[in-house]
């Protein structure tokens, strides 16, 4: 049961950090290319679509890492997945402090209401964004290591 969970909460933690790298450095780019309007509104419907769905994935990567890390607490590798789950901790609230309120407003964007810095504004929320891919790239590593 214990391989069952470690195999499953690694794999969830891995699909996330791809589909995080992916919105870093392959999404953002694409939509960054296109025609000004374009490329807003692409930001906009990916802001709503991954809004929806991204904060059931981070909490629910940190809820199995820390059933992992209570099931380990005595057991070799425990301290790593202890430190990814406080990784996966840090990511959260990055997220809600940092991204979330840009993105709530990113995502209620048209090309006739969007503010004059709607541009600094994505721009901040990339730089927000790559910080917290990196902390949860650690965390995977992490998980990754203890299964060793």
Known sequence: MLNALQVFTTVVVGLMVGVEFSVAFIMNRILDALPEDSR????????????????FWYIGSLVLSAIWAVAVRQHHGAGLVVTAAGLLILSVVMSILLLVPINNRNKTWTPENRPADWKQQLQRWNRYHYLRVAVIVAAFTLLVTALV
């Open 40 to 55: 807003q509104l692409g930001h906009a419907h990916g802001g709503r679509m991954l809004g929806a769905l991204m904060p």
